[in-house]
């Protein structure tokens, strides 16, 4: 049995980069996420990568405009309040 790709809605951020680089993008996202103290897992379908990243809820704009803006690497004290889930979808560019 398959199962679906898992997906959380609309609030997904979407990253698009070369295809030799998705590799390279998904281990960025996932060094922000666990740099603010969260962590992250993702699925490759063979198109495009899908990463579900789980922060602290007080840094989540910190790791959606980092995610967005392209920054390599943040370090920041973990925090132990309730963690927010953010989708972010990696796509190769066209």
């Known amino acids: 049995t398959v199962l ?3 997906t ?3 609030d997904a951020l979407v990253v ?3 295809m030799e680089e998705l590799e390279s993008e998904l281990q960025r ?3 922000l996420a666990e740099g603010l103290g969260g962590s992250a897992s993702s699925w490759n379908d063979g198109k495009t990568v899908r990463v579900v990243a789980n922060v602290p809820g007080s840094t989540e704009t ?3 405009e980092s995610v967005s803006r392209g920054v390599y690497d ?3 004290a973990g925090d132990a309040g309730p963690m927010s ?3 972010v979808l ?3 560019k066209k």
């Open 8 to 10: 959380l809605g609309t």
């Open 29 to 31: 996202i996932v060094r």
């Open 85 to 87: 889930v953010v989708e």
């Open 90 to 92: 990696i796509k190769p």
């Open 4 to 6: 679906p790709t898992p």
């Open 74 to 76: 943040l370090n920041s």
């Open 62 to 64: 910190l790791f959606r």
């Open 16 to 18: 698009s980069c070369k």
